[in-house]
């Protein structure tokens, strides 16, 4: 019954190698977010989706394409990975009220 | 610009002592303001907000943040502090009537000693 799943968990990978992150959310929210957390836990904004619809795209390079097949589904693909990519990636959605609710993490590791 | 600031990378408070951990914003209007909890290798989880009305927001696990529009601060509180509140925890805020955009703090690492 978990509210925002993500998979992988974990992802080991080369530099130059494309790879997505799934998420899923069936808490019937519209509105769904991919932020990214750096190793000084930084946390960043990078996409939201409304309804299938983007609505912010923060200057993340264009390696990165989110897909939001349906308004419960929101995947983050990544081409050509750099060193820098190297972070922890949080799907999460929202309530209407404002509170967002985080899927666990996907620790993406670049070597 | 829009901003949010936790002056303190951490705070070291002994069990049973009340605790603050302090977060100022820069946003213009009247702000939507939020903060959460970050356990080691876990996602976010919301802890409360303050929207309108009372300036004394109660939230989960007996924290509570009072908003002060003069000083622009929204410090989270608990009376009593407890080994297991030792997390990381984030100061958010989002521009009046826009929930779509959420502005986080840096994080302030909370260690509650026994």
């Known amino acids: 019954d978990t509210a925002v799943s993500q998979t992988p968990k974990y992802l080991v990978t080369q530099m130059g190698n494309d790879k997505s992150i799934k998420c899923e959310q069936n808490?019937?929210?519209?509105?769904m977010y991919w932020y990214k957390q750096d190793s000084k836990k930084f946390l960043k904004i990078m996409f939201s989706y409304n309804n299938k619809e983007l609505i912010i795209n923060e200057t993340v390079p264009n390696r990165f394409s989110p897909k939001s097949p349906d308004k419960a589904h929101l995947n983050l693909h990544i081409n050509s990975l750099e060193l820098g990519d190297s972070a922890v990636y949080f799907c999460?959605?929202?309530?209407?009220?404002?509170?967002?609710?985080f899927g666990e993490g996907s620790r993406l590791t670049v070597l | 610009a829009q901003s949010v600031a936790q002056p303190e990378d951490q705070v070291k408070v002994a069990e049973g002592n009340p605790l603050t951990v302090k977060c100022t914003y820069s946003?213009?209007?009247?702000?939507?303001l939020f903060w959460y909890v970050q356990y080691p290798n876990r996602g976010l989880q919301f802890l409360l907000k303050y929207i309108t009305g009372d300036n004394l927001v109660k939230g989960s696990y007996g924290f509570e943040a009072e908003f002060n529009k003069s000083q622009t601060s929204f410090h989270l509180k608990k009376p009593s502090a407890l080994v297991s509140d030792s997390a990381l925890y984030f100061c958010?805020?989002?521009?009046?009537?826009?929930?779509?955009?959420?502005?986080f703090g840096s994080g302030t690492k909370l260690n509650v000693k026994p």
């Open positions: 999460a959605s929202r309530l209407n009220t404002g509170e967002l609710f």
């Open positions: 946003v213009s209007g009247n702000p939507y």
């Open positions: 958010a805020v989002s521009p009046p009537n826009n929930f779509n955009k959420f502005y």
């Open positions: 808490l019937g929210h519209d509105t």
